[in-house]
């Protein structure tokens, strides 16, 4: 049973959806639309909206809509070293309190997600992403370090990260590590697997922005 309240079942929809980029940077958010979209009322999506702009994931949260905030990535190295701080100790709390149940539900989020990078559908996969990670950290039962590290998600650049060649084979193997040190219960191996699941699609971020960067001028595209 879901004891989220409405507003922040829609919260966690759009931040889902902007994670995954569905709703790309700088995008405007209607909260018309989405009403429609999950066939509810517009004070929900109103309130979810307010949500996500104190969590920075959207600016101008009106009545008319938000935007989608731009990133920065500038803030991106303090950011990385924020979430393994926090991610790590959301996994140490997990595994301290997962069910059989709660394994068997990340088992089939990292299907789910493997099945969707091997059908291309990257946009499908980001998502499923989010999940697992949400699904993870909630096991932990810390609502505060989660709302500080969806903060964090906010600002982290996730579509960039996960658009990259070779990222999604990547993944799927540092999901299993974690799920391997979950079965086993060894709380040092599955932050061990955490954090470098997060540097990991961190290396590629910097890897992608160098390659961008000394691509001539000539061979970018308009």
Do not use: C
Not at 40 to 56: D, N
Not at 59 to 82: C, H, M, N, W
Not at 145 to 171: C, K, M
């Amino acid at each position: 049973m879901d004891y989220r309240t409405k507003e922040e079942q829609v919260a966690d929809y759009l931040r889902e959806r902007i994670i995954s980029g569905v709703y790309p940077r700088g995008s405007r958010l209607k909260q018309a639309e989405i009403a429609e979209q999950l066939q509810l009322s517009i004070t929900p999506v109103r309130e979810a909206l307010k949500i996500l702009e104190a969590e920075g994931y959207v600016s101008g949260g009106s009545y008319k809509g938000a935007r989608v905030v731009p990133f920065d990535p500038t803030a991106s190295s303090e950011i990385l070293q924020l979430r393994l701080m926090l991610e790590s100790h959301l996994v140490r709390a997990a595994i301290e309190r997962i069910t059989t149940e709660d394994f068997k539900a990340l088992r089939e989020l990292a299907d789910e997600f493997a099945q969707a990078f091997a059908e291309g559908d990257r946009a499908r996969a980001r998502g499923v992403n989010y999940r697992f990670h949400r699904k993870l950290y909630d096991i932990a039962e810390q609502p505060q370090t989660l709302h500080f590290v969806q903060i964090l998600w906010a600002r982290y650049p996730f579509d960039l990260i996960n658009s990259a060649e070779g990222r999604g084979q990547d993944a799927i193997e540092e999901h299993e590590e974690i799920l391997q040190a979950f079965a086993a219960g060894d709380a040092s191996s599955a932050i061990m697997a955490m954090r470098k699941h997060i540097e990991s699609g961190w290396k590629v971020l910097k890897e992608e922005a160098e390659g961008q960067n000394s691509t001539p001028a000539s061979m970018v595209a308009d």
